[in-house]
């Protein structure tokens, strides 16, 4: 157990709609990462959070935003889902603000399936 | 553009043997490399790291090699165990980029 939980663990949904994933880091971790793996592919890694703010943005797309709470916790939207947008969705976190000697520690995923 | 390939989806091998898995990088900026090792239905778990700046980290049975002027890192395990049957990926990271670029994995299988 990484201590990162993710909820909920399965999601079903249909075309056209709007999902909210749930990442809570790891007690006392700052920065929060979202990452998304669809079927066959690495880690595409979709942005990070530290303490609240936004650090840094990847192959996040325009449908999709996120957001880190003051007690630390963060959300993924998604929204005006397409089929392709069915994937496993990590949050990981970490203590520091940085990539470097900073373990990440994963969650479980979120497995989204759009119909 | 995929920075992080790992050319070899799949991979087995016996019990007591070693196992290697590689990884090649298009960026000479990365400076800082991991793998990760990922079980069915969890998260990836962090395995090993090693900098730009050595070429060798070793970790009881798990070594990472970084071989900079070929773009190219492996992973070896020994001896490989039944429980390292997972998929592993590696990744790599420009300092103050604040974020990880990873490949699309290999599933090492070990047979007992």
New interface residues.
Partial sequence: DSGVTQTPKHLITATGQRVTLRCSPRSGDLSVYWYQQSLDQGLQFLIQYYNGEERAKGNILERFSAQQFPDLHSELNLSSLELGDSALYFCASSPLNSTIDNEQFFGPGTRLTVL | DQQ?K?NS?SLSVQEGRISILNCDYTNSMF??FLW?KKYP??????LI?I?SIKDKNEDGRFTVFLNKSAKHLSLHIVPSQPGDSAVY?C?A?V???????????TRLKVLA
């Fill in positions: 992080v790992q989806p400076d800082y990760y239905a969890e998260g990836p778990t962090f790291s900098s990926f990744a990271t300092s103050g980029t604040y974020k990880y670029i990873f490949g699309t994995g």
